[in-house]
């Protein structure tokens, strides 16, 4: 899971995977920006996220890097500028594949960031969807 800063979107993107499958899945998130390495979530996310039942407070910001496309068979990003940053460290053909947008149809998960906390539910909706879709895309 990939967005910006690995504070918002992408750390409960990669909570609510992880609550929806088996504990020999590996999923985890980064963001395309160094801003918030090492750094928890932003709290608002951390809310959001215990509210729905998911702790992601334990979770820390750290940076995509070009070995992620050795670990990892998917690789999900919440929109187009953070589609194209994960592409530019893409080396090979397969590596290309493996970079979608978590939502279908070319949308994008907008930043909730600026926003007040009804973005951060709104984005949890989207992406609570878009993580049962992957469940059910890879039978997982």
């Given at each position: ?64 890097i070009k070995e992620d496309f050795k670990n990892f068979n998917h ?29 279908h149809s070319h949308q994008e998960v907008r930043d909730p960031y ?27």
């Amino acid at each position: 899971m990939v967005c910006l800063g690995n504070i918002c979107r992408s750390p409960l993107a990669q909570g609510i995977l992880e609550k929806k499958v088996s504990l020999s899945t590996i999923v985890d998130s980064a963001g395309t920006a160094a801003y918030h390495v090492g750094t928890p979530p932003d709290q608002r996310s951390i809310d959001v996220g215990k509210k729905n039942g998911i702790d992601i407070g334990h979770y820390r910001a750290r940076k995509f890097i070009k070995e992620d496309f050795k670990n990892f068979n998917h690789i999900y990003v919440m929109d187009q500028s953070n589609y194209h940053d994960v592409l530019a460290q893409a080396q090979s053909t397969e590596d290309h594949i493996k970079v979608n947008l978590i939502l279908h149809s070319h949308q994008e998960v907008r930043d909730p960031y600026y926003g007040g906390t009804e973005g951060f539910d709104y984005c949890y909706k989207l992406l609570d969807n878009a993580c049962d879709q992957i469940v059910k895309d890879l039978n997982l």
